[in-house]
């Protein structure tokens, strides 16, 4: 009963935008982009604790990370501006005040992932952080024509104070720190970001990724020469995941590793904990490096 609850909750903020905007009130923050295309994403679920400080408060479709410090909150991703309501009434059902989020980060400068991070900002006070090319677009708030999808993408609400960090930078909130780990190729700015998470003296190494697939607009050539650097970018991406300490992997598409069955499985039962598995980074990487190699090879036909 208390699942059902939570998910009537959120789903009720959901739609809270809808309900203002059929009242006259226009947030334009909480504008909805693609409504109809991106409501794929947005099926409400339950907030759930993953381990240690690590939840997740987003989406079937789409993963919001928060990380409990003993300083205050850290958010991983925004979503969308019509999922603001839910992602802060997720937040509120686990206990947390959304107001005490003080970092958000950002693992990709697309809409479905970003484009709720500016309303987030605004409730929140938080400081948006960002890889430096991603910093760039989302305070732009639309992709630059290196993006592989750019012609395919809305525009969402731009974030005028973006910290743009590099490879390797460590975020420090109380005893808590994320370290940023530069993973290009879905976007030249993706960004994924890892951390300790303990419960009592077990202590396992956490992995939040940025999406590694090699999607893009139609007619678009990953193996055009002009791409050429997009291509290297994902190769060193698939390295670095497969090299990365991981006991624990979410990714922005939770499908994308399994993360929806790993949900599904923890809500039936928590013992062993579904999402623990040292494999992940290693079997997610090699995932989009087959499909990589299969697009590159049908390209050449």
């Not at 504008?31 to 939840?55: C, E, F, H, K, S």
């Not at 410090?69 to 009434?89: M, N, Y």
């Not at 994308?256 to 623990?276: F, I």
Request: include cysteine; charged fraction near 20%; charge should be positive.
């Amino acid at each position: 009963m208390r699942r059902k609850a939570i998910i009537g909750m959120s789903l009720a903020a959901a739609l809270a935008g809808t309900a203002a905007s059929s009242q006259g009130v226009d947030d334009p923050l909480l504008r909805p982009i693609a409504p109809d295309y991106a409501a794929r994403w947005l099926t409400p679920q339950a907030p759930v604790r993953v381990y240690g400080n690590a939840y997740l408060v987003g989406f079937a479709g789409l993963n919001v990370g928060l990380i409990r410090t003993d300083a205050g909150l850290i958010l991983i991703d925004g979503a969308l501006p019509q999922s603001v309501g839910a992602v802060e009434a997720n937040i509120r059902a686990l206990g947390f005040d959304p107001k005490q989020i003080r970092y958000i980060l950002s693992t990709e400068p697309h809409y479905d992932h970003a484009s709720g991070i500016a309303a987030l900002a605004r409730d929140s006070g938080a400081t948006v952080i960002a890889s430096v090319p991603a910093a760039k677009v989302l305070r732009q708030g639309h992709s630059d024509g290196d993006d592989p999808q750019a012609a395919i993408l809305d525009a969402y609400p731009p974030i005028a104070h973006v910290l743009g960090v590099r490879d390797g930078a460590r975020i420090r909130l109380g005893g808590t720190v994320v370290t940023a780990r530069a993973t290009p190729g879905h976007t030249f700015g993706s960004m994924s970001w890892t951390w300790a998470s303990c419960e009592g003296r077990r202590c396992l190494d956490m992995v939040f990724a940025a999406s590694l697939n090699p999607v893009s607009a139609d007619g678009w050539r990953f193996s055009d020469p002009a791409h050429r650097a997009i291509v290297t970018a994902f190769r060193h991406s698939f390295a670095v995941m497969r090299r990365l300490p991981c006991d624990v992997l979410l990714t922005a598409h939770p499908d994308q590793s399994g993360g929806d069955v790993k949900y599904a499985t923890m809500q039936r039962r928590a013992v062993p904990n579904p999402y623990l598995d040292a494999g992940a980074c290693r079997a997610y990487a090699d995932k989009f490096a087959a499909l990589l190699a299969t697009r590159l090879a049908k390209e050449a036909k």
